[in-house]
């Protein structure tokens, strides 16, 4: 490790000339101005603001990021480049205040710093401030943009009193004679680099935990939020985009696959290598638990699944490496299907969930290895109540729970007898996708409040098309617009109905589709 000092005018140099650059593992620039500004009056009265720590190298990497808002020139070839490591915020908070040779290359939400020319010296209050144009007040502020551009200080000092310019000649003499320290690493060894890295930032401001997994699992053939964006894509095909946009989840089912636990933060234990090697059983785990989902369960998506958690103990269950795939038999099938339906019915994700979901894995894990288990033995009633108490809302967990019910019995549709396009309807999910079986508007004729219209057990597949041609109709209308015979009998038995569905007698067909939808979900959480 080597020493060195910079002036602010040999930042500037080196920034611009594309020699000091930003690694792609580093995060982007996140300081407020007001923070700016008082780095300013740091400097400003020679306090202590920390130092700046690079990696020089001659290899040049293949992904960077630009130093705030400004797209860096490329290096002079056989040069060394010195990557930032520690001291990113400062550096592009100097730069973009005293630089004036680059131009920003994206929408520039930057306020300028300006210096007080009104305040009296002060060992605490600062005398700079991030300000707008329309609120600076010529004759009192001063813009640090000019102090080493010697054409345009003169330029801005032309119609200052003496007094002014004798203050101002003093505060570019101090910025210009600051000396700003920074530590040189210089290695080709790129992991002596993350492991540097990832120590810095435990003992500095700490990064979120993907990014720090992405400093130390980084390496020329391996980027982390590259493998993310591609998990993400790849996950977009299967409808779970959602997915691959919350990368806290997936972080959580890594998590419990490497470390069998819940928390992102476990995953900061590992080494670099550990992770890059375990990467395609994680993808594997996420993949697998997805397809089990979509084929065994009717979830299409994520928005469909009554808790996100559920995902993390299946990819667990379902991690392999490359080239190996989860076998399992019958009663291992059965044991899995049977923990997701008690677990949405009785709540268990809603409290406590890193007890249960540690708990879950664990269990599922000794299910997949043949031992001794009590995965899925969730104490869990089904009764009435279920279907009468909870009313249909999308972003209510029982609503979610209530359309896999009839999802996972294969609706069909009441007017054509065609099958229910589950991809399409439960990947758009929205409530033009589901009416009530006896028509609202026929309900509120016969004075039902809507409280008791809106339960849980009037709803049914049904598209907007096919609810805008029943209309108003009762029942026993409608049903000259269905399929006749044995095709009829079908939707109905797919929809959990009885045959006497169109009688137009309300509180019998309540009570009998009631007990149908009972049975059935008795059926699915195998009690």
């Known amino acids: 490790m080597e020493y060195q000092s910079y002036s602010i005018r040999q930042l500037l140099d080196s920034v611009s000339s594309g020699s000091i650059r930003i690694p792609a593992f580093e995060r982007g620039f996140v300081w407020d101005m007001d923070r700016v500004a008082y780095l300013m009056d740091s400097i400003y009265k020679k306090y202590p603001f920390g130092s700046l720590l690079f990696w020089k190298t001659k290899s040049k990497l293949a992904t960077e990021r630009k130093l705030g808002a400004f797209a ?42 300006y210096f007080d020319l009104e305040a009296e010296e002060d060992a605490q209050e600062s005398q700079f401030y991030a300000l707008r144009r329309e609120e600076v007040i010529s004759g009192k502020h001063f813009s640090l943009n000019v102090l080493f551009d010697s054409v345009k200080y003169r330029e801005a000092t032309e119609k200052c009193t003496k007094e002014q310019i004798i203050r101002l000649d003093t505060l570019q003499e101090k910025f210009k004679e600051v000396s700003i320290p920074a530590q040189i690493l210089k290695t080709e060894d790129r992991a002596i680099v993350a492991i540097v890295f990832e120590r810095v930032n435990r003992l500095g401001m700490k990064l979120d935990t993907l990014q720090l997994l992405s400093a130390w699992t980084w390496n020329e053939d391996f980027d982390l939020l590259e493998n993310f964006k591609n998990l993400k894509e790849e996950l977009e095909e299967f409808g779970f985009s959602e997915v691959g946009e919350d990368c806290d989840l997936i972080l959580r089912c890594t998590a419990a696959i490497l470390k069998k636990e819940t928390t992102p933060e476990s995953l900061l234990e590992l080494s670099g290598q550990q992770i890059r090697e375990a990467f395609p059983k994680v993808r594997n785990g996420i ?74 894995i664990e269990q599922i894990i000794k299910l997949k290895n043949g031992e001794n288990n009590s995965f899925g033995e969730i104490d869990c ?67 039902f409040d809507d409280s008791s219209i809106n339960c849980l057990a009037y709803f049914c597949f049904l598209n907007s098309s096919e609810n805008k041609k029943i209309a108003a109709k009762k029942p026993s209308e409608y049903i000259k617009m269905t399929p006749k015979g044995d095709i009829l009998k079908d939707i109905l038995c797919r929809a959990l109905c009885t045959s006497d569905t169109f009688d137009d007698n309300f509180n019998a067909f309540l009570e009998k589709r009631i007990e149908l939808l009972v049975q059935f979900t008795k059926k699915l959480i195998q009690n």
């Not at 009663?331 to 268990?348: A, D, G």
């Not at 999308?394 to 009441?414: C, E, G, Q, Y």
């Not at 065609?418 to 996708?433: A, C, P």
């Open 72 to 113: 860096l020139p490329s290096p002079k070839e056989d040069y060394p480049i010195d990557y930032v490591l520690d001291g990113q915020q400062r550096l592009t908070s100097i730069f973009s205040v005293f630089q004036t040779e680059l131009q920003p290359t994206q929408e520039y939400d930057w306020t300028g710093i």
């Open 287 to 360: 993949f697998g638990a997805i397809d089990f989902m979509r084929k065994q369960l009717k979830v299409t998506a994520l928005k469909n699944l009554p808790y996100p958690g559920l995902l993390i103990p299946l990819s667990a269950f379902f991690a392999e490496p490359d080239g190996k795939e989860v076998s399992y038999d019958t009663r291992v099938y059965n044991q899995l299907k049977k923990w997701f339906w008690r677990s949405c019915f009785t709540n268990r994700y809603s409290i406590q969930t890193k007890k249960v979901i540690i708990s879950d």
């Open 381 to 447: 009633k089904i009764d009435r109540d279920f279907f009468i108490n909870n009313r249909f809302r999308f972003d209510n967990v029982n609503t979610k729970t209530f359309i896999l019910i009839l999802a996972n019995n294969h609706p069909k549709s009441f007017l054509s007898g065609s099958d229910i396009d589950l991809d399409k309807v439960l990947q758009k999910y929205n409530r033009t996708e589901f009416h009530h079986i006896y028509p609202k508007a026929f309900l509120k004729g016969l004075r």
